[in-house]
């Protein structure tokens, strides 16, 4: 029986048999299954579709509960395309022996795992090939742990069998601290769960007790319930606890009283009366309030360790950025696949369409559209061609690319970006250090108040007085205290990463707050710094523009400077200088053909017989032994939202300063663009360096915002120093702050962030204080139960992480708090 398929306006296109997405009229792709035509959207979902039917799988249709992602087109590829991870060398680092008999096994990171179907195809079809010996999926993770014998199947056939089936992997390989911290949240879960368990356990025999009354149920059934108690109870102590201990412990050692002294306490304590209790027959049993106090407290830093580790810093971020893998290209032209760590500068690769471009370098042929938000912020791609500077990690969308390699592995931005991160998680800021010291000292006080409480309810009600100071010492516990600020600030930092600005020092965030003045350099910050010869003019017969643009180039070639852009293009081998020296806001000096030229300021290059120059604008004055021979236009574009970003500064009371060493025509007209009153040109990097002195030194606190080399002392004499994106390594390194792409905007919404984490440190604060100094008196008059006091101090821990958030969930295109800038477009 033979079926003709129709369609009309009014009738639905069919679903993807695979992905279920739509599928377009006339669409040639499908697969047959059950003697029955079933439609495919793309050569994508036909390649995988066969791949499982042809393998035997397709029981794999009737098992999925959710439909897979759409495959990528290019995913049903033959095995030589993971060829390179056959490379021994790369596989030292993720594969490893697996017993006798030469067995190897890896962990892979596999994408598009939606359901345990998924987890079945992928078992089956792997442990269906010959060589291997096991495969196991963790569904909650998306890994795959799989061990075959390399003499019989490669890792590339593995890799490869995978992507034909719709399920890309590629090896997962944390770095220590990404395997500790791994560890770490195991361990903490499995305490959590022990805790929870035993807690809603011990409150199912605490409750009828409760309920009726101490003896009300009988005398056995008091004793049995007390015992199993005792016997639950004891896993929360002796293993979810043992972090408690251990660090109160460690405290003990290093004579410092941290809260976990007072939480120590208060379980060791409670458990051991309590068993006392139970084993000679008489007492109070507070079994119930041990293991919910270890529940909540547990469950308390649970929240803000995951908080802290989805908002700042996590390991293995550089393997996580830059690609495993690059196409090398020979001297020949041939493609080549290595491991992206073995590139060196110099490199060709060769970066294909849906590829990650595998380290820094220069566009060398072709134009495409880079994704880089995982580096800047800025969710837009941009387009780079020949010529143009590319980051190693950003993902190209469009086009191939040819890339010359400028740095590769531990040298590239990237790698620079993770060490700069390091730094910042690596000190505590002053606000963090105050609350740490009111912390310890609020815990002395707390050991203090409980003594006192214990020996008043000792005259009062003796058998009152445990369960008295045990509620004392829990209800005050200073967790909230301890989380206020470090949550918040770690909060604030993430945001700022997602949102393109790297905070490098730990009291920058706090700095940012208390700003005064923001002072912004001019070539490179507030322009875009790709600066642009627009003139020529020779002043004597002495060289002609062709000439003067080699002898200018030549003194340029060693420069980073933006200005040395521009002559780039005019470089001829025949003409070189040597001797080359770099006068930071006035110029360069250099020997040419055993001639002392000067190229920069006038009154630099010519200072015995300085000329004015022709017009308005950037002009530089070339000199041969202080003679005048050529004056060069220059153009630098202002960026799109410079003037924005001023209004913005301005509009938040901020005073907003130009500060730069160019001509004081060309920061005049720049000043006057941009509605800066305040201004200073042909400033040397001392006299800006005495500048921020003396506004220092009248009260105000100063961010500077710089790009250079002569910018690296007024940076670091700064109270905020806030680099460019396109700043030398140099100023990198001095700055508190460092922009991750060329958006000013980026400034406004790191002073907003600023602020906003200062505010909510300042409430947090202050709800853990009145918290606290609430609870203590109840909880000393005997009106708060151990149970309840539990409770209390996790929702006050809970209260603090939850404010923290807050600065986790503001929208993409502003920044948190009420008060964002309004610049929501930059």
Same mark, same amino acid.
């Given at each position: 029986?033979?079926?003709t398929?129709t369609s009309?306006?009014?009738?639905?296109?069919?679903?993807?048999?695979?992905?279920?997405?739509?599928?377009p009229?006339?669409?040639?792709?499908?697969i047959?299954l059950d003697?029955?035509r079933?439609?495919l959207c793309c050569?994508?979902c036909e390649?995988?579709?066969h791949a499982i039917?042809?393998?035997?799988l397709a029981?794999?249709y009737?098992?999925r509960?959710?439909?897979p992602?759409?495959?990528?087109?290019r995913?049903a590829?033959?095995?030589?395309?993971?060829?390179v991870?056959?490379?021994?060398?790369?596989q030292a680092r993720?594969?490893?022996p697996?017993?006798e008999?030469g067995r190897v096994?890896?962990?892979?990171?596999?994408d598009g795992?939606t359901?345990?179907?998924c987890?079945?195809?992928?078992e089956?079809?792997?442990?269906?090939?010959?060589?291997?010996?096991?495969?196991a999926?963790n569904?909650?993770?998306?890994?795959?742990?799989v061990?075959?014998?390399?003499e019989?199947?490669?890792?590339s056939?593995?890799l490869?069998?995978?992507?034909a089936i719709?399920?890309p992997?590629?090896p997962?390989?944390p770095?220590a601290?990404?395997?500790?911290l791994?560890?770490e949240e195991r361990?903490?879960?499995?305490?959590?769960i022990?805790a929870?368990?035993?807690?809603?356990?011990?409150?199912?025999?605490?409750?009828?007790i409760?309920?009726?009354?101490?003896?009300e149920?009988g005398?056995?059934f008091d004793?049995l319930?007390?015992?199993?108690s005792?016997?639950l109870?004891?896993p929360?102590?002796?293993?979810?606890?043992?972090?408690f201990f251990?660090?109160?412990?460690?405290?003990?050692?290093?004579?410092?009283?941290?809260m976990?002294?007072?939480?120590s306490l208060a379980i060791?304590?409670?458990?051991l009366?309590?068993?006392?209790?139970?084993?000679v027959g008489?007492g109070?049993v507070?079994f119930?309030?041990?293991?919910?106090?270890?529940?909540?407290?547990?469950f308390?830093?649970?929240?803000?360790v995951?908080?802290r580790?989805?908002?700042?810093?996590?390991?293995?971020?550089?393997?996580?950025?830059?690609p495993?893998?690059?196409?090398?290209?020979t001297?020949?032209?041939?493609?080549r696949?290595?491991?992206?760590?073995? !590139?060196? *500068? /110099?490199?060709r690769? $060769?970066?294909?369409p @849906?590829?990650?471009?595998?380290a820094?370098?220069?566009? #060398?042929?072709?134009?495409?559209?880079?994704d880089?938000s995982?580096?800047?912020?800025?969710?837009?791609?941009v387009?780079?061609?020949?010529?143009?500077?590319?980051?190693?990690?950003?993902?190209?969308?469009?086009?191939p690319?040819t890339?010359?390699?400028?740095?590769?592995g531990?040298e590239?931005r990237?790698?620079g970006i993770v060490?700069l991160?390091?730094r910042a998680?690596?000190s505590r800021?002053?606000?963090?250090?105050?609350?740490?010291?009111?912390?310890?000292h609020?815990?002395?006080?707390?050991l203090?108040?409980?003594v006192g409480?214990?020996?008043?309810w000792?005259?009062?009600?003796?058998?009152?007085?445990?369960?008295?100071t045990l509620?004392v010492?829990?209800?005050?516990?200073p967790?909230a205290?301890?989380l206020a600020?470090?949550?918040? !600030?770690? *909060? /604030?930092h993430?945001? $700022?990463h997602r949102r @393109?600005?790297?905070i490098?020092?730990?009291?920058?965030? #706090?700095?940012?707050s208390?700003?005064?003045?923001v002072?912004?350099?001019?070539?490179?910050t507030?322009?875009?710094?790709?600066?642009?010869?627009?003139?020529?003019?020779p002043?004597?017969?002495?060289?002609d523009?062709?000439?003067?643009?080699?002898l200018?180039?030549?003194l340029?070639a060693q420069s980073e400077?933006?200005?040395a852009?521009?002559?780039?293009?005019?470089?001829?081998?025949?003409?070189?200088a040597?001797?080359?020296?770099?006068?930071?806001g006035q110029?360069?000096e250099?020997r040419i053909?055993g001639?002392?030229?000067?190229?920069?300021?006038p009154?630099?290059?010519?200072?015995?017989?300085t000329?004015e120059a022709?017009?308005?604008?950037?002009?530089l004055?070339?000199?041969?032994d202080?003679a005048?021979r050529?004056?060069?236009?220059?153009?630098?574009?202002?960026?799109d939202d410079a003037?924005e970003?001023?209004?913005a500064?301005q509009a938040r009371?901020?005073a907003?300063?130009?500060?730069?060493?160019d001509?004081?025509?060309a920061?005049a007209?720049?000043?006057?663009?941009?509605n800066i009153?305040t201004?200073?040109?042909?400033?040397s990097p001392?006299?800006k360096?005495a500048r921020?002195?003396s506004?220092q030194a009248?009260?105000?606190?100063?961010a500077m915002?710089g790009d250079?080399?002569?910018?690296?002392?007024v940076?670091?004499?700064?109270?905020?120093?806030?680099?460019?994106n396109?700043?030398t390594?140099l100023?990198?390194t001095?700055?508190?702050?460092?922009?991750?792409?060329?958006?000013?905007?980026r400034?406004?919404e790191?002073i907003a962030?600023?602020?906003?984490?200062?505010?909510?440190?300042?409430?947090?604060?202050a709800?853990?204080?009145v918290?606290?100094l609430?609870?203590l008196?109840?909880?000393?008059?005997?009106?708060?139960?151990?149970?309840l006091?539990?409770i209390?101090?996790?929702?006050?821990s809970l209260?603090?992480?939850g404010?923290?958030?807050?600065?986790?969930?503001?929208?993409p295109?502003?920044p948190a708090g009420?008060?964002s800038p309004?610049?929501?477009?930059?």
């Amino acid at each position: 029986m033979t079926a003709t398929a129709t369609s009309s306006p009014t009738t639905e296109a069919p679903g993807c048999y695979h992905c279920g997405n739509r599928v377009p009229a006339g669409a040639p792709w499908s697969i047959t299954l059950d003697d029955e035509r079933r439609p495919l959207c793309c050569p994508g979902c036909e390649a995988v579709a066969h791949a499982i039917v042809d393998g035997g799988l397709a029981s794999y249709y009737r098992f999925r509960t959710e439909l897979p992602e759409r495959p990528d087109d290019r995913q049903a590829v033959k095995a030589e395309t993971w060829a390179v991870f056959d490379d021994p060398g790369l596989q030292a680092r993720f594969v490893h022996p697996d017993g006798e008999g030469g067995r190897v096994h890896a962990t892979l990171a596999v994408d598009g795992i939606t359901c345990a179907a998924c987890a079945w195809l992928i078992e089956h079809r792997l442990n269906a090939l010959p060589g291997i010996e096991a495969s196991a999926v963790n569904l909650s993770h998306h890994r795959l742990r799989v061990s075959w014998d390399p003499e019989r199947v490669a890792l590339s056939r593995i890799l490869a069998e995978m992507a034909a089936i719709g399920y890309p992997a590629q090896p997962y390989e944390p770095d220590a601290a990404q395997s500790r911290l791994q560890h770490e949240e195991r361990m903490n879960v499995r305490r959590l769960i022990v805790a929870a368990v035993a807690m809603m356990q011990v409150l199912m025999f605490s409750i009828p007790i409760y309920v009726a009354g101490p003896g009300e149920l009988g005398a056995d059934f008091d004793a049995l319930f007390h015992w199993l108690s005792f016997a639950l109870a004891t896993p929360v102590v002796l293993f979810s606890a043992q972090p408690f201990f251990a660090n109160a412990l460690r405290d003990l050692k290093t004579r410092t009283l941290g809260m976990d002294v007072p939480v120590s306490l208060a379980i060791g304590g409670a458990y051991l009366a309590s068993g006392y209790a139970v084993i000679v027959g008489h007492g109070d049993v507070y079994f119930d309030s041990v293991a919910m106090f270890t529940f909540f407290l547990l469950f308390g830093r649970y929240i803000e360790v995951r908080a802290r580790r989805r908002s700042g810093h996590s390991g293995n971020a550089l393997a996580g950025a830059l690609p495993l893998s690059a196409i090398r290209l020979t001297e020949a032209g041939e493609e080549r696949i290595l491991p992206s760590s073995e !590139l060196a *500068a /110099g490199d060709r690769v $060769l970066v294909k369409p @849906g590829h990650g471009v595998p380290a820094d370098g220069v566009i #060398e042929s072709g134009e495409s559209s880079l994704d880089e938000s995982m580096l800047t912020g800025e969710y837009l791609p941009v387009t780079r061609r020949s010529g143009d500077r590319v980051t190693g990690g950003s993902q190209n969308i469009e086009s191939p690319l040819t890339v010359r390699v400028t740095h590769a592995g531990r040298e590239a931005r990237v790698a620079g970006i993770v060490d700069l991160t390091d730094r910042a998680f690596a000190s505590r800021p002053h606000i963090a250090q105050l609350a740490a010291r009111m912390a310890h000292h609020f815990v002395l006080q707390v050991l203090l108040i409980s003594v006192g409480v214990a020996v008043a309810w000792w005259f009062i009600d003796p058998d009152r007085m445990l369960w008295v100071t045990l509620s004392v010492l829990v209800v005050t516990c200073p967790c909230a205290l301890a989380l206020a600020t470090p949550t918040a !600030l770690t *909060a /604030g930092h993430g945001r $700022l990463h997602r949102r @393109g600005v790297l905070i490098t020092r730990a009291d920058a965030l #706090e700095a940012l707050s208390q700003l005064d003045r923001v002072i912004f350099d001019k070539t490179g910050t507030l322009t875009s710094g790709e600066m642009s010869l627009v003139e020529t003019r020779p002043i004597d017969d002495a060289l002609d523009a062709a000439q003067a643009r080699a002898l200018a180039a030549a003194l340029e070639a060693q420069s980073e400077h933006p200005i040395a852009r521009a002559f780039r293009t005019f470089r001829e081998a025949a003409v070189t200088a040597d001797e080359v020296l770099s006068r930071p806001g006035q110029g360069l000096e250099g020997r040419i053909d055993g001639r002392r030229w000067r190229l920069g300021t006038p009154a630099f290059a010519a200072p015995e017989a300085t000329p004015e120059a022709p017009g308005e604008g950037q002009w530089l004055l070339l000199a041969e032994d202080g003679a005048p021979r050529a004056w060069f236009a220059l153009h630098d574009r202002l960026r799109d939202d410079a003037r924005e970003t001023v209004e913005a500064l301005q509009a938040r009371g901020l005073a907003v300063e130009l500060l730069s060493g160019d001509t004081e025509s060309a920061v005049a007209a720049m000043a006057a663009r941009l509605n800066i009153a305040t201004w200073q040109a042909a400033a040397s990097p001392e006299d800006k360096l005495a500048r921020i002195r003396s506004l220092q030194a009248a009260g105000e606190r100063v961010a500077m915002v710089g790009d250079g080399i002569n910018d690296v002392p007024v940076l670091a004499g700064a109270d905020v120093a806030i680099a460019m994106n396109g700043a030398t390594d140099l100023a990198r390194t001095r700055a508190d702050a460092v922009l991750l792409g060329p958006r000013l905007g980026r400034i406004v919404e790191a002073i907003a962030t600023g602020r906003t984490t200062r505010r909510i440190i300042r409430q947090n604060l202050a709800w853990s204080l009145v918290y606290n100094l609430s609870a203590l008196p109840l909880a000393a008059m005997g009106f708060v139960p151990p149970w309840l006091a539990a409770i209390g101090m996790s929702a006050s821990s809970l209260v603090v992480v939850g404010n923290a958030l807050r600065l986790t969930r503001a929208g993409p295109g502003r920044p948190a708090g009420a008060d964002s800038p309004r610049l929501v477009n930059a």
